[in-house]
């Protein structure tokens, strides 16, 4: 009788901060459009936009309005259920996986009660994070089967190998990670990461598996079909990759996916591997300010992790030109998994001949 | 390797397998990242051109215009030399006779009655400029602005004219 237990007031705390991590992460997508073309613009000695209001910060609306306006098209031959289920799928996925993020330290209200920043602390996250990471490809593969385009399909065919092969270099990275943990949990998995410094070394896990960090980061550019290793778009191959066929807002629905992808990957990166919401001298900043605000700059401070990580993927975007096709596959196959492999295992050696 | 190297500049296409250090590409990508931070502090090269305009050379030659002598009348006698001069065909014109009375309008005898540019044919050459006898037409340095139809670009002599000294002293 577990569910009986809970209290109307958990349930509505919830999903109060359900909504506020979804609003959040679709504001931060919509201005992660913005972000890109001026990071773009900087690096190519250009302005950006900047017409639409101070800087240009009205253009996500204006083109959120464009695409709503624009007409749409669902091609004759395409299989229509699955040709709306595509882009569906891809937003569902993609906003799911921040279920299981924790957000910041507690919440403690005057009156003793304790409010958890995480929607679900479920003690396999970082299973759920791969499960619904390698969901999204779905989004793609139905989107570009069901639009019957022969350019959609082999993007889509690029997008599957490509996401096969990288979720297989990313799994076996993080099984050195959760060797050194011994928990799947986000949440323990950030308590560990406790401050900045501990027992004369780091407690962030970068320091202590910066290899493991490595093979995560370039995996992740390919989980996110992001630049150097966009083969599922391809606009100079394949007209315009998996979303050729699509127009006005589930096209929209697709790019916005990428970027919520973005902003939760660059959240996950910060939690697993830059101490979440852990920063150097908390305890100090703990003791001084009163607890609410306490859990908001921990808030603030994985916010900041995670713009700065979309700011390097898209700093990345714009420097490195796309990989070839065997060599995203001889990168995937022959480096990052022998690489993950002996990680895992030097991890395994070391572990067993220190604590035991 | 057999091939005629004219310019001294050829260099044959290094095809070597890739070394360690090229493998892992991340040496690469570091120089990479460097030189797009590098252009982070670079000048921009955008000119926001409502706001901005970029300076015309000192011998631009754009918009025509038809002049006037000091007392207001038209310079122009529709001699035709400008539309003889001119390599696009863009100039016609009227030619009418001065009437009694319309002394304080035409400087000389004879004066355009109709007088059209055609700014699509135009290529602001500036020979109509140096045709000219009468000191009547100039190039200034100012551009067409555009328009949605081709009637747009025809330019009349009322288009044309520079607003007329006297008028203007006599307004203010």
């Known amino acids: ?356 | 390797m057999n091939y005629n190297n004219i310019s001294n500049r050829a260099k044959p296409v290094d095809r070597h397998p890739m070394t360690f250090m090229e493998k892992i590409y991340l040496p690469a990508i570091a120089k990479g990242l460097s030189i797009t931070l590098g252009h982070m502090f670079h000048k921009k090269a955008t000119i926001n051109y409502p706001e901005q305009t970029r300076p015309f050379s000192e011998n631009f030659r754009g918009l025509h215009i038809l002049n006037r002598d000091e007392e207001g009348r038209e310079r122009c006698t529709a001699c035709g030399l400008c539309a003889l001069s001119c390599p696009a065909e863009a100039i016609t014109m009227e030619s009418a006779e001065r009437k009694k009375g319309e002394e304080h309008l035409y400087k000389e005898e004879k004066y355009a009655a109709q007088y059209e540019i055609n700014m699509l044919r135009c290529i602001f050459c500036g020979l109509c400029e140096e045709a000219c006898p009468k000191d009547a037409i100039y190039l200034t340095q100012t551009f067409a602005p555009s328009n949605y139809k081709r009637e747009g670009f025809i330019y009349k002599k009322e288009d044309l004219l520079i607003p007329n000294p006297k008028q203007i002293t006599t307004n203010n």
């Open chain 1, 1 to 356: 009788m577990m569910l009986l237990a809970i209290s109307l007031s958990f349930v509505i705390g919830k999903v109060i901060l359900i909504a506020v991590i979804l609003g959040g992460s679709l504001g931060i997508a919509m201005y992660s459009t913005w972000a890109e073309r001026k990071v773009a613009a900087i690096m190519q000695d250009r302005t950006g936009p900047n017409r639409a209001g101070p800087f240009g910060l009205f253009q996500p609306l204006a083109d959120g309005l464009k695409l709503f306006m624009k007409e749409e098209i669902i091609p004759v031959l395409s299989s229509k259920f699955l040709f709306i289920l595509g882009p569906s799928l891809a937003m569902l996925v993609s906003c799911m996986t921040s279920a299981v993020i924790p957000w910041g330290p507690d919440l403690q209200f005057a009156d003793g009660s304790i409010f958890s920043l995480q929607v679900a602390d479920v003690n396999i996250g970082i299973l759920f994070i791969f499960g619904a990471v390698s969901l999204g490809v779905y989004g793609i593969m139905l989107g570009a089967w069901a639009s019957n385009n022969k350019y959609s399909l082999m993007s889509s065919i690029r997008a599957a190998s490509q996401a096969i092969s990288y979720e297989l270099a990313l799994g076996i990275s993080m099984i050195a990670l959760v060797m050194m943990s011994g928990s799947l949990s986000m949440r323990e998995i950030v308590e560990q990461q406790h401050g900045f410094w501990k027992d004369g070394y780091f407690t962030w896990y970068v320091f202590k598996q910066p290899f493991v960090f490595l093979v995560f980061l370039v995996c992740s550019f390919a989980e996110l079909n992001r630049a150097p290793f966009d083969m599922a778009e391809c606009e100079s191959e394949l007209v315009g990759g998996y979303h050729t066929e699509y127009s006005s807002m589930k096209l929209g629905f697709y790019l916005f996916s990428e970027y919520i992808n973005m902003f939760i990957t660059s959240v996950i990166l910060s939690t697993l591997f830059f101490g979440g919401y852990n920063y150097p001298g908390m305890d100090w900043v703990a003791a001084h300010v009163p607890p609410m605000i306490y859990s908001f700059i921990g808030v603030a401070v994985l916010l900041g992790k995670a713009v700065g990580f979309i700011l390097f993927f898209m700093f990345i975007r714009w420097t490195i030109p796309r990989f070839r096709y065997d060599q995203l596959m001889n990168l995937g196959w022959k480096s990052l998994i022998p690489f993950a492999l002996i990680n895992m295992l030097i991890t395994g050696a070391v572990i067993l001949f220190f604590n035991k």
